[in-house]
């Protein structure tokens, strides 16, 4: 951004007189005719009048300066999603952490329980050794959850600045995510019209290097010299002494007749120029195909949470009719002395399985609001969902 503006003012201030000033303090005597006035000080003013190259030039650089406040906002977008996204991402993995470590402990009931089984000769060996791989395997992914949980953190404090591991996620904060699709009337991304921006300005550029090749451009120059004829024997060869004071000023018209240089340059920025625009096309057409993607896949993902959802729901179904049966068979409305009608094994299996749904569930509603929030940058409306967030 910072260069871009320092862009812009180059190219207007080349109008802005330049002011130089030089000195020539004699050291040695010279020694015949020198060719020019010996001088002990001068100073030179320049600046350009009139050039229709330079207006291209301008142009092209407050193009640029639009372009980079472009890339600024699209880089904020990004780094909005990359933490609503991680943030929400914390937020689900702390809950399903809570459930890792509740299925921790049923696993562990689930162990003790086959351990008396297998003790009393009910079950087979194999089943404690299952019971011992489902508990590991619950271990397993609880240390998963948690490793996953501290790179979110690090991310979370990278991305706003703050220190590690003070960011909570509380999940009432989190607003709600607007239900888009790819039908709903979009803006154009940021990106895309950073790149437009930047294919314009070159395409001024490159008018600018065609013209400075054809049309002239006015200059304006004026020149002070303080003569001296010290240590020298100047006035020896003019027939009246040399005056102290010299000034000159005009205006200089440069006209352009050949230089193969400035041809050989518009040809490299106007192919500079093409290869912008091809650029800033495709970027829109790749974003056209994300947008049509993350529509199909929102889809798929909405209808994967709902079965997430149902799954857990059942499962909570069967883990109140588990306890039901459960304090049915121990006396809970049944004749005394009844049998179990499920045992104490099937209720820790139950509680894990409901737990693990839970997951699940969770991981699903975290896939849809990810690819719900990147379709609303893919469609330009991250910065109306911000500005809805910080004016609610």
């Known amino acids: 951004m910072l260069k871009a503006e320092a862009l812009v003012s180059e190219s207007k201030d080349i109008i802005i007189p330049s002011v130089s000033f030089t000195t020539g303090i004699p050291t040695f005597p010279e020694v015949g005719f020198t060719g020019t006035p010996p001088s002990i000080w001068g100073a030179t003013i320049q600046s350009l009048v009139f050039g229709i190259p330079q207006k291209r030039y ?42 890792a470590y509740q ?14 089984r297998t003790e009393a000769g009910v079950d087979p060996l194999s089943e404690l050794l299952q019971a011992r791989l489902t508990a590991a395997e619950i271990r397993l992914k609880r240390l998963h959850l948690q490793a996953r949980a501290d790179t979110l953190a690090a991310q979370l404090a990278a991305l706003t600045g703050l220190p590690a591991n ?14 888009i699709s790819g039908d709903t009337p979009a803006h154009q991304p ?51 002494p040399l005056p102290a004071n010299n000034f000159s000023s005009g205006i200089a018209i440069q ?40 529509s199909g896949s929102l889809r798929e993902l909405d209808a994967q949470a709902e079965v997430a959802v149902l799954k857990q729901q059942i499962a909570q179904e069967q883990l109140k009719s588990v306890l039901a049966q459960l304090e049915l068979g121990s006396g809970g409305g049944a004749a005394p002395g009844s049998t179990l009608l499920v045992s104490p094994k099937a209720e820790q299996l139950a509680r894990i399985d409901e737990r693990q ?11 849809l609001d990810k690819a719900r929030l990147d379709l609303l940058r893919a469609l330009g409306l991250m910065d109306d969902w911000l500005h809805v967030l910080h004016n609610p």
């Open 255 to 294: 006209v352009p007749l050949f230089d193969m240089w400035h041809r050989a340059k518009a040809r490299e920025t106007a192919a500079d120029a093409l290869k912008s625009k091809v650029e800033a096309e495709q970027a829109a057409h790749e974003n056209d195909v994300a947008v049509a993607s993350l």
């Open 357 to 367: 749904k839970l997951q699940d569930a969770l991981d699903a509603g975290f896939a």
């Open 190 to 240: 940021s990106g895309i019209g950073a790149a437009e921006f930047i294919a314009r300005s070159k395409a001024e550029a490159a008018k600018g290097d065609k013209e400075i090749n054809y049309l002239p451009q006015l200059s304006f120059f004026a020149q002070y010299n303080r003569n001296t004829t010290l240590l020298n024997d100047v006035n020896s060869y003019f027939a009246r």
């Open 58 to 99: 301008i142009d092209s650089a407050r193009l640029g300066l639009r372009a980079a406040a472009t890339n600024l906002r699209d880089a904020k977008e990004q780094v909005a999603l990359d933490a609503s996204n991680a943030y929400i991402e914390l937020d689900t993995v702390n809950r399903e952490l809570g459930a």
């Open 166 to 179: 003070t960011v909570i996620p509380v999940h009432g904060s989190i607003p709600e995510i607007p239900q």
């Open 103 to 116: 299925q921790q402990d049923y696993a562990a009931r689930l162990v003790q329980i086959e351990q008396e």
